[in-house]
């Protein structure tokens, strides 16, 4: 609780009246009928697990798309509603885009162009005249927005991810007197990549309107400065990790982002997760002897075809394993509308029948694949209860999942996180079992390294991991960033 406090301190005396606004595609919390009823929900995703701790600190506002139809029900005039509904500390101004932008802007330019630039899965970019129109015209409209919420004073606006490149430029025209920072939630990729995308100088001009630009990890900081220098006329200071270009300075730094460990072991007690963890237990039929746990979005980055290869090739190679060993997959259906995720996802179902029809008997299944929406607290006890989470990034700019699931082995036995070294977390969290997804053998073998571990390593490792996360959380994330910022901005924040 260290880092929550530091962060309050900070905000009260350092930002006194300082506005703080942010800014992501992904809202902290919708609204959706529940039949007659408007009920809501925390969407899932890390995003949302990392910035929602920090507004309530702030009491700032968040600035965010609009998603359902219940959403446009619950808010006022200017389209706000209070958050989070049941304890209200900081304002949500929702934008709400037609059909056509949200299908340009999101799922066209977002989603097949930069998601799949920046990310090592070898998928294909479907460059769009149209979709860079609605993406530009989408980070104007969300600068509006945020400059509305910002007011006539002194603000700091915190801008989030790849689909708001554009915004940081966009603020700065309108007033340069703001502080802005963005965070870039995916890796960066190479300059050789980059370059294909028609696109590249506008994107990169967007982000360095930034006072600060971070990543996760000094390697994707590197590879921006690298492709700014193939890109534009700018000038790289590298002792201070910056870019000058048109006047202006931004600094490149690396910040991993975390979680807000002490929330998640509170919320493990809570009645909510215990109800689930029964629920849980009929579902499998009582717990079984090793139960293994992976959740993801549904997404061609995860790795979640290579993982169900290596689970095969686990049962396969360790039959004493069958009718004893579990695993289950949490999946949240994302951008079903892409092609690419059309066939990722018959290609999961084609695989799970596979094995389970391969291995599987009357009374036990070795694959269980949720493929919906998942509750928070259902989410917390699947990790509190599984012997093994599996993270298997084919690449990731950070991947909370596995801080989660460490923060949530609160038991005596505690499970062994299995980690692609592909993730941003592998840099952090030393003493999981760390594996190339691409390798089945190995992450078979790990499976049975997880497995068979002796109860002192398991307990040396998770206590290891625990502390690490501890000291660097999501409060220690924000302040980093925030101190940062006051430093680059000295006497406006």
Not at 332 to 354: T, W
Not at 412 to 440: C, H, M, Q, W
Request: one cysteine or more; glycine letters at 6%.
């Amino acid at each position: 609780m260290l880092h929550r406090a530091a962060l309050q301190d900070f905000v009260k005396t350092k930002m006194r009246a300082t506005r703080v606004v942010v800014v992501s595609n992904r809202q902290p919390y919708m609204h959706v009928y529940d039949g007659d009823r408007v009920i809501w929900r925390r969407p899932a995703g890390g995003l949302v697990v990392a910035l929602d701790p920090v507004l309530r600190v702030a009491k700032g506002s968040w600035v965010a798309t609009g998603q359902t139809p219940a959403d446009r029900i619950v808010v006022d005039a200017e389209s706000r509603v209070r958050v989070p509904p049941e304890d209200p500390q900081y304002t949500l101004r929702r934008v709400f885009l037609s059909k056509e932008q949200e299908e340009g802007y999101y799922h066209g330019f977002g989603n097949e162009v930069l998601w799949p630039l920046c990310h090592t899965a070898f998928v294909r970019p479907a460059f769009r005249a149209s979709d860079w129109q609605h993406y530009q015209a989408v980070n104007q409209i969300m600068s509006d927005a945020a400059l509305k919420e910002a007011g006539q004073g002194r603000a700091f606006i915190w801008t989030q991810d790849f689909h708001l490149a554009l915004l940081p430029r966009f603020l700065k025209q309108a007033r340069p007197d703001l502080s802005v920072a963005h965070f870039w939630h995916t890796p960066w990729p190479t300059p050789e990549v980059f370059r294909i995308c028609p696109w590249r100088r506008e994107l990169l001009e967007g982000m360095l309107g930034s006072d600060l630009l971070g990543f996760h990890i000094r390697y994707h900081c590197d590879n921006f400065l690298a492709t700014v220098a193939n890109e534009l006329e700018a000038k790289i200071i590298a002792e201070q990790s910056a870019v000058q270009y048109r006047g202006r300075t931004t600094v490149v730094k690396p910040f991993p982002i975390s979680i807000d460990y002490h929330r998640i072991v509170q919320d493990l007690e809570s009645s909510e997760v215990e109800e689930e963890t029964r629920r849980i237990d009929r579902l499998l039929g009582g717990r079984p002897e090793f139960l293994a746990v992976g959740v993801d979005r549904i997404d061609y980055t995860k790795g979640l075809v290579e993982r169900l290869h290596a689970i095969d090739r686990f049962l396969e190679r360790y039959p004493h394993y069958v009718g004893r060993f579990v695993y289950l997959g949490i999946g949240a259906p994302s951008r079903i509308h892409i092609p690419a995720y059309k066939e990722l996802r018959g290609d999961i179902a084609q695989r799970v029948e596979e094995i389970n029809w391969k291995y599987g008997t009357e009374r036990w299944q070795p694959v269980i694949l949720l493929d919906h929406q998942v509750s928070y607290p259902r989410v917390l006890a699947y990790l509190a209860m599984a012997d093994v989470c599996l993270v298997t990034a084919l690449h990731d700019g950070m991947n909370l999942v596995g801080k989660e699931f460490i923060a949530a082995q609160q038991g005596e036995k505690p499970g062994v996180l299995i980690l692609s070294r592909f993730t941003g977390a592998a840099r952090e969290l030393a003493e999981a079992l760390p594996i190339n997804p691409y390798d089945i053998e190995g992450t078979a073998e790990a499976i049975r390294q997880a497995l068979e571990m002796p109860q002192e390593e398991r307990g040396r490792r998770c206590r290891w991991l625990q502390e690490q996360i501890q000291d660097h959380d999501i409060y220690r994330w924000a302040l980093d960033m925030l101190n940062e910022v006051r430093r680059i901005r000295r006497g406006r924040l």
